[in-house]
Nanobody, 126 residues
């Protein structure tokens, strides 16, 4: 059974950092691309970062470019989202998702993803 489990959320002060983890079971990240999405109360789900399955190309939303970094480990079972210089507007539930569409030019569309984690709350507040 394919499954994604996130961890690493929490409360952090503005300017601080957090790292989210997304552990895949039942499949390899070499075969599935990973997207990180977030949803704040009253707002639509937003794609923030993406790493393609085979070539490992990464892409980011303008709102997080230069602050967030997506990566995966050498075992191809865990993806990470390193979040630096966090702002109050980054507060949201963050979810990882897996897609078998290969290298996508429209990675921010949730419908491309077949499997989703349960989500992790990230709160940026002083």
């Amino acid at each position: 059974q394919l499954q994604l489990v996130e961890s690493g959320g929490g409360l952090v002060q503005p300017g601080g950092s957090l790292r989210l983890s997304c552990v895949a079971s039942g499949f390899s990240l070499e075969d599935y691309s990973i997207g990180w999405f977030r949803q704040a109360p009253g707002k639509e789900r937003e794609g923030v970062a993406y790493i393609a399955s085979r070539d490992g190309v990464t892409k980011y939303a303008d709102s997080v470019q230069g602050r967030f970094t997506i990566s995966r480990d050498s075992t191809k079972t865990t993806a990470y989202l390193q979040m630096n210089s966090l702002k109050p507007e980054d507060t949201a539930v963050y979810s990882c998702a897996a897609s078998d569409w290969g290298h996508s030019l429209t990675w921010w569309h949730p419908h491309e993803y077949s499997y989703w984690g349960q989500g992790a709350q990230v709160t940026v507040s002083s």
